[in-house]
């Protein structure tokens, strides 16, 4: 059982926007910002998109967004595209534990 | 350009020793404020952070692999490596390494891992 919860699966036609929840704890995504979203297509390892909360690596497209409230962050992906099908991970510091991750979830494009 | 690249001895049998090691080319393993951390995936599985470490000496492991995890730093050799010990099924996965901008000081994607290896699959069997 991972520490952070996320839906197994969500999914969107292209050029809608889906959001994708990540809930933990006050050790972890309550009470700090180092929350950071990951992009893993199939076969491929992981890729960072979103890091403290809201933050976008050089290169990442701008519909890819990140927020936070209490003890939920979020990502959301607008104007959907066949490209961004892909498993979809959440992590945060954790006082307890150092790093947790969350489930995944896997994005499908209809 | 940084680059990460796990590499092992290949299958692994039950109740041995894991070993992994992670090469980092294109800058220094002793850079402040980076940390250096293994993941693994289990096939079908999600992400597991298995440790981080700064130094050898200051490390950071998972609560559930803590006792059976030791990891290190040669940067003499700009690696850093793993071992898991009394290995099973279980611990079948693909192994990654990855570069972690400290948590606790001001740093762009400080806690995130930014920069990760290809990956490595592991298969423990007899």
């Known amino acids: 059982q991972s520490a952070l919860t996320q839906p197994p699966s969500v999914s969107g036609s292209p050029g809608q926007s889906v959001t994708i929840s990540c809930t933990g704890s006050?050790?972890?995504?309550?009470?700090?910002?180092?929350v950071s979203w990951y992009q893993q297509p199939p076969g491929t390892a992981p890729k960072l998109m979103i890091y403290?909360?809201?933050n976008r690596p050089s290169g990442v497209p701008d519909r890819f967004s990140g927020s936070k409230s209490g003890n939920t962050a979020s990502l959301t992906i607008t104007g959907l595209q066949a490209e961004d099908e892909a498993d979809y991970y959440c992590?945060?510091?954790?006082?307890?534990?150092?790093?947790?991750f969350g489930g995944g979830t896997r994005l499908t494009v209809l | 350009q940084l680059q990460l690249r796990e590499s092992g001895p290949g299958p692994v049998k039950p109740s041995e020793t894991l070993s992994l090691t992670c090469t980092v080319s294109?800058?220094?393993?002793?850079?402040?404020?980076?940390?250096w951390g293994w993941i693994r995936q289990p096939p079908g599985k999600g992400l597991e952070w298995i440790g981080t470490?700064?130094?050898?000496?200051?490390?950071y492991y998972s609560p559930s692999l803590k006792s059976r995890v030791t990891m290190s730093v040669d940067t003499s050799k700009n690696q850093f490596s793993l071992r898991l010990s009394s290995v099973t099924a279980a611990d079948t996965a693909v192994y990654y390494c990855?570069?972690?901008?400290?948590?606790?000081?001001?740093?762009?994607?400080?806690?995130?891992?930014?920069?990760w290896g290809q990956g490595t699959m592991v298969t423990v069997s007899s």
């Open positions: 990855a570069r972690q901008p400290s948590p606790f000081t001001v740093i762009i994607a400080g806690g995130a891992f930014d920069i």
């Open positions: 294109g800058g220094s393993i002793s850079s402040r404020n980076y940390y």
């Open positions: 470490l700064y130094s050898s000496a200051n490390t």
């Open positions: 006050s050790s972890d995504v309550g009470n700090y910002n180092r």
């Open positions: 403290e909360v809201t």
């Open positions: 992590s945060s510091y954790s006082s307890s534990s150092f790093v947790v």
